[in-house]
């Protein structure tokens, strides 16, 4: 072969050897996502939970005791059995601050219901039965979009994503009922008790004997814009690792604006009684503002509580987050 032959031979190998490794780094768009150590973890929608959370407004204020109330009880127990979770209703009936019976509904989903290691999700999905941090219609319920409606949204769309990408590892998410029905803000603040009877009645009656989780991660307020995550202090004190953990994952994947490391005072909600009554160390993703009164979302407890202020970004990096403990965790 001449010189001629040679340069061209070599520059037809070369030309084989170069396509043929690009090609091998040509993606296309799929619903799965890959860490930098390989794991696999699926792309959360947050379109779909967006969605999910407009379903449960459209149905109006979810208070107990409503026909709103009973109209969502049924699509959240409808959608968790279409995206093939084994779902339980507990019923039963809990005294408000007031006296009034309240008829709750705990629905619990579970994946893999026979696998030993759990993990457990949860949020709240009623809603408020008055505004009363609001200046106007102060006595009537409010829509709640951020304050029930995100955090059930979330768990909703990490539901369709298990049944489209099927995990070993067990799980039950569990939405608690009559988690908003405390004293007003401008009456006296009576017992702390008053508030989360949902988690309350499940951590000391537990869907099933003797159940366990190894941890559990709860979602309130989830849903608005630029919202802010701290290390609540309910979290701190019992679930540290948790939070480590977490809190890691979030600002590997780019949520750190969502995710701060800021250590906040502790609050009464529904992790606290699954801490301190059934002893799953628990933590709890709830957005902390320290330009408000409460250091809540700004219309916590408001009607301003609606779609307006949910934002797909905030879904996302909470949706994304909890995706991957937990496929992390299907994994080890």
């Known amino acids: 072969m001449n010189q001629r032959g040679i340069i061209k031979s070599s520059l037809i190998i070369l030309l084989i050897i170069f396509f043929g490794c690009s090609n091998k780094n040509i993606t296309t768009k799929s619903n799965i996502s890959e860490s930098a150590s390989n794991l696999i973890v699926p792309k959360f929608n947050s379109d779909s939970a967006y969605l999910y959370i407009e379903n449960q407004v459209n149905f109006g204020p979810r208070v107990p005791n409503t026909k709103a109330h009973l109209q969502c009880y049924k699509y959240l127990v ?4 279409r995206f093939g979770a084994t779902v339980i209703t507990q019923s039963a009936g809990v005294k408000r601050y007031d006296g009034v019976t ?12 026979d696998a030993y290691k759990r993990i457990l999700l949860c949020a709240h999905w009623d809603t408020r039965f008055l505004a009363d941090n609001d200046s106007i219609n102060i006595e009537s319920p409010i829509l709640g979009a951020n304050d029930g409606g995100s955090g059930v949204g979330v768990l909703l769309e990490i ?7 099927p995990i070993n590892l067990g799980l039950d998410i569990i939405l608690f009922d009559v988690e908003d029905q405390g ?3 401008y009456a006296e603040r009576g017992e702390s008790n008053t508030w989360c009877l949902g988690s309350q009645y499940w951590s000391l009656n537990p869907h099933l004997k003797n159940y366990f989780a190894d941890y ?6 989830v849903g608005a814009k630029d919202a802010k995550f701290s290390r609540e202090g309910v979290s701190e004190r019992f679930a540290s690792r948790i939070l480590d953990k977490v809190w890691s994952i979030a600002n590997n994947n780019g949520f750190s604006r969502f995710f701060i490391s ?5 609050i009464i909600d529904d992790h606290l009684y699954i801490n301190n009554m059934i002893h799953i160390p628990t933590i709890n993703i709830v957005e902390y503002n ?16 609606n779609m307006d202020i949910i934002d797909k970004n905030t879904l996302n990096a909470v949706g ?10 299907a994994k080890n």
């Open 78 to 81: 409808s959608s968790f059995n």
């Open 183 to 185: 004293p007003p803000s």
């Open 290 to 305: 320290d330009t408000t009164h409460n250091r809540f979302n700004a219309h916590h407890h408001k009607h301003s509580d």
């Open 262 to 266: 800021k250590k906040t005072p502790p």
């Open 159 to 165: 539901a369709r994503q298990i049944q489209l990408n």
């Open 216 to 221: 559990g991660i709860l979602l309130d307020m």
């Open 320 to 329: 994304q987050t909890v995706l991957e403990v937990i496929y992390r965790e």
């Open 102 to 113: 309240m008829n709750m509904k705990n629905i619990i989903a579970s994946f893999n219901p």
